[in-house]
């Protein structure tokens, strides 16, 4: 009871303070470059309450409405109750993305424009505003004033030509915008009195009904009764609803000929027959749209080009400049904030990797990717509680790291681009809505929130319904676009970046550097920035450390404690915070505990793979499965030369105390040399282990960390397992064999494998799949009457089941060997192709070759006639 009067009697503080500085400040006219609102440094000095405290009831007298609050590098608060009694306003929004966009809310009030001209966003002349004079719908468009510039001066010709405007062909790839563009040249003819202020704009894709030429037909021109089978009454086509308006035609060149013909006579004459119809002529004046994402050259369209007096392309949006696309992500994330009516706070690295990413679904995918990011947050909204929506980088798809990635290597574009905000750690979008251009699915976040709910009532646990809810919106997404390539970094301050907060991540930097011989692994970096960004948390929350008896550790180990100090006081000064000083004392112990450690490695386990990300994803595996972060892993992307994939080899060795030695775990090729030629360059003891498998790496990491394991135990416990390296076994593996998988109980085996690789996959059944994979995996073997161990089929499954999903989201590894195994295994890989149809058809997927050519060269190296 005490502790809660305190707390109100605190927050009643705040408050009172807060108003006495909002009055203060707008009692005299404010100065230009004057900050507006105060930070709660001010105001802990105005009451004498520490700063943490200070933030803490802010916040919430922001969630209860009580302050505005004013987004920037620095956050700053204003008395709300104040605001509306001295401007005569009532507050839609509390918080505002920056103080430009609060001082046009005084603007706006002092012009005597109403509520609804007030737009609290800050979009560039680009962007559709409620503010705007809507004279002229195309200067709303993205892009009008640059790319679009051209290509808008032609459709106003052709609306604007005498006496009724000319047809006009948009062509473009899909997502570019041709909908959105035909919409746009509706509005501006109502809008300069071409067309009546409620002519129609119909709407109709000719690809929805080209497996039924007759049904277009009729749906397009209406029908007489009588005229086909099943037509039982006359029917108005949509020629004769868009009477007087716009008929836009998605994908016109699917219209079958006797549909052109029709369409022809009714551009060259105005006149229509329905269906059935043969003396009857039909009058209808429509300015005609026509749209396509065929090639304009092509021999299919050559027809409908003649017909057209304009022609306009809509360039995809690699074509396009980096501001337009800024100004589309900026939209986009803005347009959902208005759906879900929150703020979004979006991590700049994803909007650099937005801006950067390969997106060939144009527009189109760069909105579908924007709204699953957002979609992913609001699970994490729901689940955590949170009381606005983060767009974290580590929600980023593998296609949105590409982007990533390149940041390094395009700064100075970011800058100029992002101008101001390039140093910002984040964007921020409100919640008041600009004029609405084009609607989106309705209740797609309440779809979202419902189905948690549902899932709750199940039992499911939250990384159950988070896998259930997310499969749904990845099969929708992903479909749409086409392949892309998968990119992982092995940088551990990419891994680390996704996780904190990124200043931290800046006082490491600076604190390796000038502390030098502060010798420590990356793995140790990664912890320190986590526990560094727990220690930010919990003072920006008020939940600081108590007293534990860790003051002992300051006094004993003064080197830790002055490093500790060091650390503390640069985030104090970056954050403008005050941190207690039992973290220090804590942060004393951790560092102590580094140090202990580093005497403590155990033998290194290190996976170099061929491709993309198969070593990463295995040391991924192995982690989660038995929950322990060890191993490291190389990629090697195949164009890469082996001298630079040994170089990096070579330089990670160097980087890491191998001091109990190397086991290195490869797959094929030059790279089973890497083992002699590092003992050679550096006297580190090495093994080396080809053919490496899911089931190798998880013998190795789990053994690896067990005290006392030395490097030629481990050698020879992981080689007992390797199916590839029969010769060199001292002991037979015990497993199960096919007989006992066929013959015996294969569902007991397939248990095991379901709870083996749920952890596994992203997003699929993992029940499901184990499902159809013993099917298909007994079929095959059925075939060639053989017998193969567990350990591969434990393989099988692994490697099958990611690459099903890999599959789904149309990515895939690379294999250069595929000509070779396809000469080597003709008939397995003929077979392993048939038998796959069963995946295929099950998951609405292609697999491809390289693929296959992986699974045949598993079985083809590692079974044998019975």
Avoid at 594 to 622: C, F, R
Avoid at 696 to 703: D, G, Q, R, W
Avoid at 804 to 827: D, G, L, P, V
Wanted: hydrophobic share 40%; with cysteine.
């Amino acid at each position: 009871m005490n502790s809660d009067n305190i707390t109100i009697k605190r927050k009643d503080r705040v408050y009172d303070a807060l108003y006495g500085l909002t009055k203060d400040l707008f009692s005299d006219d404010l100065e230009p470059d004057m900050q507006i609102g105060f930070e709660a440094s001010i105001i802990s000095r105005e009451t004498g309450i520490l700063r943490n405290n200070v933030s803490k009831e802010l916040n919430t007298l922001f969630r209860e409405k009580k302050v505005v609050k004013i987004m920037g590098k620095t956050v700053c608060f204003l008395h709300s109750g104040y605001l509306e009694d001295k401007f005569d306003i009532a507050l839609k929004s509390y918080l505002f993305e920056n103080q430009k966009d609060f001082l046009n809310l005084i603007k706006y009030k002092d012009s005597g424009k109403n509520d609804d001209q007030i737009v609290l966003s800050n979009w560039n002349d680009n962007y559709v505003r409620a503010d705007c004079v809507s004279k002229n719908t195309f200067e709303n468009i993205i892009g009008s004033k640059d790319s679009l510039k051209l290509i808008i001066d032609r459709v106003k010709a052709a609306v604007l030509y005498p006496p009724n405007g000319l047809n006009t062909l948009i062509t473009g790839a899909t997502g570019t915008g041709k909908s959105m563009l035909a919409e746009a040249i509706y509005m501006f003819s109502c809008e300069v009195g071409r067309l009546k202020a409620d002519a129609p704009f119909i709407v109709f894709n000719c690809a929805d009904y080209s497996e039924n030429p007759e049904l277009l037909n009729s749906a397009l021109f209406g029908h007489a009764k009588g005229a086909f089978t099943g037509a039982e009454n006359d029917k108005q086509g949509l020629v004769e609803k868009a009477d007087g308006g716009i008929l836009f035609l998605d994908e016109v060149y699917r219209l079958p000929p006797e549909g052109q013909e029709m369409l022809f006579l009714l551009m060259d004459k105005g006149v229509f027959r329905r269906l059935g119809e043969a003396e009857s002529v039909r009058h209808a004046k429509i300015f005609l749209i026509a749209a396509t994402t065929e090639n304009i050259d092509s021999i299919m369209l050559s027809t409908f080009v003649r017909r057209f007096p304009v022609l306009v392309n809509i360039p995809n949006l690699e074509e396009r400049t980096l501001n337009e696309r800024l100004d589309f992500i900026n939209y986009f994330f803005h347009e959902e904030s208005l759906r879900v009516n929150m703020p979004i706070k979006v991590s700049k690295g994803i909007v650099q990797a937005l801006l950067l990413y390969d997106c060939p679904g144009n527009i189109g995918q760069l909105k579908s990717d924007i709204q699953m990011l957002c979609a992913i947050s609001f699970l994490d909204y729901i689940r955590y509680k949170y009381d606005y929506m983060e767009v974290k980088l580590s929600y980023a798809s593998c296609r949105l790291m590409d982007g990533f990635y390149r940041i390094r290597n395009n700064n100075k574009l970011l800058m100029d681009i992002l101008g101001t905000n390039y140093n910002d750690d984040y964007f921020y979008y409100g919640i008041d809505k600009p004029k609405e251009q084009f609607n989106l699915k309705d209740g797609f976040y309440e779809s979202i929130a419902k189905k948690w709910e549902e899932l709750s009532g199940q039992g499911l646990n939250d990384t159950q319904k988070r896998r259930e809810i997310t499969i749904e919106l990845n099969r929708q997404f992903d479909a749409m676009f086409s392949k892309v390539k998968l990119s992982k970094s092995n940088s551990i301050m990419d891994t680390i970046s996704k996780i904190v907060e990124p200043r931290i991540l800046d006082i490491i930097r600076n604190f390796k550097e000038t502390y030098s011989n502060s010798h420590m692994s990356e793995r140790e970096i990664y912890g320190l920035a986590l526990h560094m960004n727990s220690i930010l948390e919990r003072t920006l929350n008020g939940n600081n450390m108590q007293p534990n008896g860790f003051d002992e550790y300051s006094k004993e180990y003064t080197d830790e404690n002055v490093l500790a100090k060091t650390l503390i006081r640069s985030m104090e000064d970056v954050y403008s915070v005050q941190i207690p000083e039992n973290e220090i004392h804590f942060l004393t112990m951790f560092l102590h505990t580094i140090g202990e450690n580093k005497n403590d490695n155990g033998v290194i386990v290190l996976v170099i793979t061929h491709g993309q990300s198969a070593a990463s994803t295995m040391i991924d595996v192995a982690s989660s499965l038995l929950g322990i972060d060890y191993g490291y892993a190389i990629d090697m992307p195949l164009e890469e030369r082996i001298q630079d994939a040994f170089e990096r080899v070579l330089c990670l060795v160097k980087k890491i105390d191998c001091s109990k030695g190397v086991l290195i775990l490869v797959d094929m090729g030059s790279t089973i040399n890497f083992g002699h030629l590092i003992t050679s360059n550096t006297g580190i003891k090495t093994k080396t282990i080809d053919k490496v498998s899911m089931p190798m790496v998880l013998e190795a990491v789990s053994k690896a960390v067990v005290p006392g394991m030395d490097l030629d135990t481990l050698y020879k416990d992981v080689i007992s397992i390797s199916t590839c390296k029969k010769q060199e076994r001292e002991i037979p593996y015990a497993g199960y064999s096919y007989k006992y998988l066929a013959n015996c109980d294969p569902e007991h085996y397939k248990d095991i494998m379901v709870e083996i690789i749920e952890s596994t996959l992203t997003f699929l059944n993992p029940q499901k799949v184990c499902d159809i994979l013993m099917s298909v995996l007994k079929e095959i073997l059925n075939e060639l009457n053989v017998d193969i161990s567990n350990s591969i089929i434990t393989k099988f499954f692994f490697h099958c089941s990611c690459m099903i999903e890999r599959s789904i989201r149309k990515e895939s590894f690379s294999n250069y060997e595929i000509s070779q195994i396809k000469s080597e295994y003709e008939e397995l890989f003929a077979l392993v192709r048939a038998k796959f149809v069963a995946i295929e058809e099950c998951y609405a997927i292609s697999i491809p070759d390289d693929e296959i050519a992986y699974v045949v060269e598993m079985l083809g190296t590692s079974i044998h006639v019975i």
